[in-house]
């Protein structure tokens, strides 16, 4: 019973290095999503995948890029980390199509940058 | 899609039924309200979601109102483990299931 996983749960970086956070689903969803949540806060949408192939931003994409690798795996890069990209990372999957809403949570990456 | 307004937090005793409201005066005709809830720091769990008639699952009850302008979220008989930031979400069925979350009603439930 996986649903959707997550790595690394936790990372440290300096401001300016790279990473890549990974997210992998086995529920044969269509869609995967990127979200980003501050302390205190709701989540905000970075980045989404509506099926295989493609991507497409969401509220704040900047710094973030992204690569729907298959459709099991949808990748979130920072390529140069700023300490304002300090937060909990949650990937989401669905299985897409109108009125299908229903998103499945992974745990969530914990990325502090200093 | 449209916004919603939900206050910011509420209290509910142990057992009791939680009511928690949500107004989105601005929805449209084909959008769905849909509910999810967040315990602690784990990641959004679906609730519900309905479209214009009242739905139930086995988790809760969704009351949307006859003008679909409000809609009430309802835990029949509220437990400590029920205690967690609530969001109520309208979108679309052509955005591709994409969400976007406000910043919810945390509701803590009291023995």
């Known amino acids: 019973n996986a649903g959707v996983t997550q790595t690394p749960k936790f990372q440290v970086l300096k401001t300016g290095q790279s990473m890549t956070l990974q997210c992998a689903q086995d529920?044969?969803?269509?869609?995967m999503y990127w979200y980003r949540q501050d302390p205190g806060m709701g989540l905000r949408l970075i980045y989404y995948s509506a099926s295989e192939g493609t991507t497409d931003k969401g509220e704040v994409p900047n710094g973030y890029n992204v690569s729907r690798l298959n459709k099991r795996e949808f990748s979130l890069r920072l390529e140069s980390a700023a300490p304002s990209q300090t937060s909990v990372y949650f990937c989401?999957?669905?299985?897409?199509?109108?009125?299908?809403?229903?998103?499945?949570f992974g745990e969530g990456s914990r990325l502090t940058v200093l | 899609d449209a916004k919603t307004t939900q206050p910011t937090s509420m209290d509910c005793a142990e057992g009791r039924a939680a009511n928690l409201p949500c107004n989105h005066s601005t929805i449209s005709g084909n959008e769905y309200v849909y509910w999810y809830r967040q315990i602690h720091s784990q990641g959004p769990q679906y609730i519900i979601h309905?479209?214009?008639n009242n739905e139930t699952n086995e988790m809760a009850s969704l009351i949307i109102t006859e003008d679909r302008k409000s809609s009430t979220l309802i835990l029949p008989h509220a437990t400590l483990r029920d205690t967690a930031v609530y969001y109520c979400i309208v979108r679309g069925p052509s955005n591709t299931g994409k969400l976007i979350f406000g910043q919810g009603t945390t509701l803590q439930v009291k023995p």
């Open positions: 989401a999957s669905s299985s897409g199509g109108t009125g299908t809403g229903e998103l499945f």
């Open positions: 529920m044969n969803h269509n869609s």
């Open positions: 309905g479209l214009k």
